[in-house]
């Protein structure tokens, strides 16, 4: 049941009743059943596999799989003997995940590929040493094709028979499971068996390079997964105890379909004279995970600060010079919600509030954008306009407007055309009072809105706030080429702690949360995207810093982590400018289960450059293999691009970065600073990436198929100014469908967001 491997042959072994030549079929029957039963419990679905082996090679060609269809997701794992120090280079579209090694026996490599509409018969690695090497592809459909790797792990194991892997937290439900064997081989035969997958996998290739000395057993399972989360080990083993190296690849499932929508529940309001405080009614038929928006207007106090119940977080406020403020706030509904809520106001108002109950939206990340204004002395009930970032939300308006009348007006507040009002009321007092209403618009393909504006037919001071509701299961990732003209100011930093402003990352743990930090303290803040707000304060330990000058978030063996950049040379606390830097390794906050201040511990990764020691400002790490990169900062704008090693060395091991390539931005004649890169992001999906300069913003595109590298060589796409006279600061939505930048000087600080269109 089992045959030797040559160059061209392999023998797969799934309950199988003969072997076949991987290049010349697809899966047996057994294994197309197989597929058709998972089909039906998540999308993910084996496609097909193939296999190749030869040894003293330079180089090896393995057949695509048969079948492949543009959107399959392709796994390649090539493993060698005796040449742990080999350098592989995949063929153009192809990105390495991971590479795990023993001290001198086996090392192995995965990458992954999106396939096209037209992918090539067969797929060539080279390698810079001859090896004895085996590799196998394997192909899946049903994978989100935009943002396909959940997560991964994988080491080696030396002289055991345990195949073990690192624990693995996975972010989707019913995505899929793909695991890699590999150990050193000395039979003439393929032994039976060779390598036993983790319980609950199904053998997709079990087979062997045969050698004397330096041959190879491999092996290839899979496995549908449930609910997200941290799942249980997947170990293997084998029969002997020899150097092995195991490999996991959690494939990220197509997004659901998404669901009915966001619709409109209910609403409730309320109104006090001279009060202190101002209980709303929750609105009827209120459900676990509806998001409640509160919406609070106050007459001739704009100075006071209002005080929420437990559980409701402060969206924005708008307020003229003296005569009217308004606040909104929301909340996540639980299954036991109060029957009202007490809104406390520190100064004696007129007030007047809502509550508005939707269902339908995202409740882990319902807020999708908002904005706001006051508008003085006008009918004209104006509101800034907004970009989403996802279909299928609802849009809701609230408009509040001074009042004088002794009742109620007919018809006070007319909303956006084709908004659908939930209420207009209004609060009577003899000379401050305020008029109130809401309204709501299901909205469909994301990007640029039409301008909400209402109107009055009382030319009074008014404010205009609008927010829009993500729906539930939106797009995790998306991309899109055009960018709205103009920058949208989300607030203003108030943490103490920061005084010099030098990078943004966005949270991978928690939505809407971007962490900032100072270029010379060990201070970290985590800062709402919707308003700027704090949202935790922490101190980074064990480490001093020489120039920290950018920050990012990306994989790593705790999950998630923040990467802090002490990687500046020009300006340097050290009198004398160092010629070794180092990236310090943070695991995130748990911000969810409310860690919100405290010290957090960092690992350092020093490093040195290949050639001369550089001055850099610019980090980025890939959201899927975690490579990090260094791009270097040039008053000519002659950047260079270069990585850490892989495998990543262990802590406090210095690397020699590898070259990459060069970057060449664009130079204003005019501005020395046009050209000088502050700043990188790689985009979510891991097609594009930004670089900043102090006064512009690129971004560069990798080539349809052909993998996030070969983006270094496309050329930068100028995006909009966010006019920011020391920009030092960049990062995606975590979503990618708009980007947030913020100026090191002048204070205060301010935190803006450009949208996609």
């Known amino acids: 049941m089992r045959r030797r491997l040559s160059a061209a042959f392999a023998c797969v072994v799934a309950v199988a009743t003969a072997c076949a030549p991987m290049e010349e079929g697809g899966p047996g029957a057994w294994e197309q059943h197989l597929g058709t039963r998972q089909q039906a419990l998540t999308t993910v679905s084996f496609r097909g596999m193939s296999s190749a082996g030869g040894k003293g090679i ?11 269809q543009g959107g399959d997701v392709v796994l390649a794992r090539l493993t060698n003997r005796n040449n742990v120090n080999a350098v592989l280079t995949p063929p153009a579209g192809w990105t390495q995940l991971r590479s795990d090694q023993s001290a001198s026996a086996i090392k192995t490599w995965v990458l992954y590929k999106v396939a096209t ?18 590799g196998s592809l394997v192909a899946y459909s049903g994978v989100d094709p935009l943002n396909p790797i959940d997560t991964h792990s994988g080491q080696k194991n030396g002289d055991s028979a345990a195949f073990t892997t690192p624990a693995l937290t996975t972010s989707s439900a019913e995505g899929f499971a793909v695991w890699f064997g590999s150990q050193v081989w000395t039979g003439a035969a393929c032994p039976a068996p060779g390598i036993t997958p983790p319980t609950g996998f199904t053998v997709k290739e079990d087979t062997c390079l045969t050698s004397s000395s330096t041959g190879i057993l491999f092996h290839v399972a899979e496995r549908a997964l449930g609910a997200a989360g941290t799942q249980t080990p997947f170990n293997g083993s084998s029969a002997f105890a020899h150097t092995n190296t195991a490999e996991v690849v959690a494939l990220r499932g197509l997004p659901p379909s998404p669901g009915p929508g966001v619709a409109f529940r209910g609403t409730a309001q309320a109104t006090a004279l001279s009060a202190t405080s101002l209980t709303l009614p929750a609105p009827a038929g209120v459900a676990a995970d509806d998001v409640l928006l509160a919406r609070l207007t106050n007459r001739n106090q704009v100075g006071a600060a209002i005080t929420p119940p437990a559980g409701w977080t402060f969206l924005r ?3 003229s010079s003296s005569q009217l403020k308004s606040w909104v706030f929301y909340k996540v509904a639980t299954a036991s919600e109060p029957s009202s809520y007490a809104f406390a106001i520190d100064l004696a108002s007129n007030i007047a509030g809502s509550i508005d109950a939707f269902t339908g939206a995202d409740p882990v990340s ?24 996802s279909a299928g939300g609802l849009a809701v308006w609230f408009g509040s407007q001074i009042w004088g009348g002794s009742s109620c007006p007919a018809s006070p507040i007319v909303p956006p055309t084709d908004f659908t009002e939930a209420f207009e009321t209004c609060l009577v007092s003899a000379s401050t009072g305020v008029i109130f209403n809401s309204a709501w618009k299901v909205l469909g393909d994301p990007g640029l809105q039409p301008a909400f504006n209402g109107s009055s037919p009382y030319p009074n001071t008014n404010t205009t706030q609008v927010v829009a509701l993500r729906a539930a299961r939106a797009p995790a990732c998306t991309v899109g080429n055009t960018y709205v003209g103009t920058w949208v100011q989300q607030g203003t930093v108030t943490a103490t702690e920061i005084v010099e402003p030098s990078g943004l990352a966005a949270s991978r743990v928690v939505p809407d949360v971007l962490y900032v930090h100072n270029e010379d303290t060990t201070a970290i803040v985590a800062i709402s995207t919707l308003n700027a707000s704090t949202v935790g304060v922490y101190n980074v ?62 690992e350092a990764f020093p490093f ?14 890939h959201p899927v293999t975690g490579d990090i990169y260094v791009i270097t900062k040039s008053s000519s704008g002659a950047s260079k691009v270069y990585k850490y090693p892989t495998p990543l060395p262990a802590p406090g091991t210095q690397s020699t970065l590898v070259w990459v390539a060069d970057l060449q931005l664009p130079v ?8 000088k890169a502050t700043a990188a992001a790689i985009h979510p999906c891991a097609d594009r990436f930004l670089v900043r300069t102090y006064r512009r913003v690129y971004e560069f595109r990798a080539a349809a198929g052909q993998g996030f590298e070969s983006a270094f060589a496309a050329a930068p796409v100028t995006l909009t100014d966010t006019a920011e006279g020391q920009g030092e600061s960049i990062e995606y939505d975590a979503n990618g469908a708009s980007y947030y930048t913020m100026s090191e000087a002048p204070s205060p600080f301010r935190l803006k967001r450009v949208s996609r269109l």
């Not at 037209?118 to 090497?133: C, G, H, K, M």
């Not at 810093?545 to 920050?551: F, G, K, L, Q």
């Open 58 to 68: 330079t180089s090896l060609s393995i057949p695509a799989p048969a079948g492949v």
């Open 117 to 134: 509409a037209s992918e090539p018969s067969s797929y060539t690695f080279t390698l810079d040493l001859a090896s004895y090497v085996a």
């Open 317 to 319: 406020s708008d307020q």
């Open 366 to 389: 319902p807020i999708d954008t908002q904005s706001g204004q006051k508008n003085g002395t006008t009918s004209a009930f104006d509101s800034p306009a907004l970009s989403t970032s």
């Open 541 to 602: 330990g064990n480490v001093t810093p020489a120039d920290w000058e950018d920050v990012a978030s990306g994989p790593c063996p705790a999950g998630s982590c923040i990467f802090m950049a002490d990687i500046g040379r020009a300006s340097a606390n050290f009198p004398t400018p160092p010629n070794s830097f180092a990236v310090y390794r943070i695991p995130e906050p748990d911000l969810a289960s409310g860690q919100t201040t405290g010290t957090l511990t960092a």
């Open 608 to 621: 040195v450059y290949p050639d001369t020691a550089k001055d850099a400002e610019a980090l980025m790490v």
């Open 668 to 675: 204003d004649p005019n501005d020395v600073e046009a050209a």
